[in-house]
């Protein structure tokens, strides 16, 4: 399904009119290389276990939705991404939302909640960060040399056709810009009065847990961490089951919290 918002055309994984309206939905929100297919078949997974709504959608410039219409980033693009969020909620025929974001998505759900508290009733992040971190460059520049030295070019391609050079470009070039160093949505947290359940790979290529104590310190909903052993930035995939376990709980702990928030 396609859907258009600010004039782009957005793909969804779904036509909104197989949602449940009288049922949570959680919407997926993908990585700064992800799309609707990267997925793969995680969020039926979830539907199963919670009996949920699930849905996916490809940002601007990823996927199958319209090419990017910018040359270069700025600082506010993740913000900028939570406020075409904010209108995406507005059509998602659903009683109560909860977002499950990847990286750049964890970002994006954490401005989510902090911009529209009103409209969200729990956050799960995965790697996500609210501070650059050289830990973080370091990973790029590791992609960077990656994409030119083996297939990861040809991978992406799968999923982002001629968009591909464009969403690594973007993505590579405003984190390892000057200015982005200065990049910090901490000043949001306070603003998150959702619970959150927080996870990281203890292995992340992409970040420290530095990330996560700032996120479970200065939320000012119920945060709650989940550090998973010998895995990287992609939990839902390198330890599915745990990832699984814990969202369930988590989900199953909003229900029963309901009636506080």
């Known amino acids: 399904m396609d859907v258009i918002i600010d004039r782009h055309r957005l793909r969804f994984s779904k036509d909104f009119a197989l949602l449940n309206p009288d049922n949570t939905?959680?919407?997926f929100l993908h990585d700064s290389l992800?799309?609707?297919?990267?997925?793969?078949?995680?969020?039926?997974q979830i539907t199963s276990q919670t009996g949920y709504n699930t849905i996916a959608y490809d940002r601007q410039g990823y996927g199958k939705s319209d090419p990017f219409t910018i040359k270069e980033r700025e600082l506010d693009y993740l913000e900028k991404e939570a406020l075409v969020l904010g209108k995406i909620l507005d059509i998602?025929?659903?009683?109560?939302?909860?977002l499950f974001g990847h990286s750049d998505g964890g970002s994006i759900a954490l401005l989510t909640a902090a911009l529209f508290p009103e409209k969200i009733i729990g956050i799960i992040t995965e790697g996500a960060h609210v501070f650059v971190e050289q830990e973080t460059l370091n990973g790029i520049k590791a992609a960077k040399l990656a994409y030119h030295k083996t297939s990861l070019k040809e991978k992406l391609s799968k999923y982002h056709e001629d968009k591909t050079d464009a969403v690594f470009r973007l993505w590579t070039e405003t984190w390892l810009s000057e200015k982005y160093k200065l990049w910090n949505i901490e000043q949001y947290l306070p603003k998150i009065k959702c619970p959150s359940l927080i996870i990281q790979g203890e292995q992340?290529?992409?970040?420290?847990?530095?990330?996560?104590?700032?996120?479970?310190?200065?939320?000012s909903g119920k945060s709650t961490s989940v550090i998973i052993p010998k895995i990287g930035h992609t939990p839902h995939r390198e330890n599915t089951n745990i990832v699984i376990k814990n969202v369930v709980s988590f989900i199953n702990s909003l229900k029963q919290d309901k009636q506080h928030y």
Request: glycine share 6%.
């Open 204 to 219: 992340d290529e992409y970040g420290t847990i530095d990330q996560v104590h700032s996120i479970i310190k200065n939320t």
């Open 92 to 98: 998602i025929p659903s009683k109560d939302i909860i």
């Open 34 to 44: 992800g799309c609707i297919e990267l997925w793969k078949n995680f969020p039926e």
């Open 25 to 27: 939905t959680i919407i």
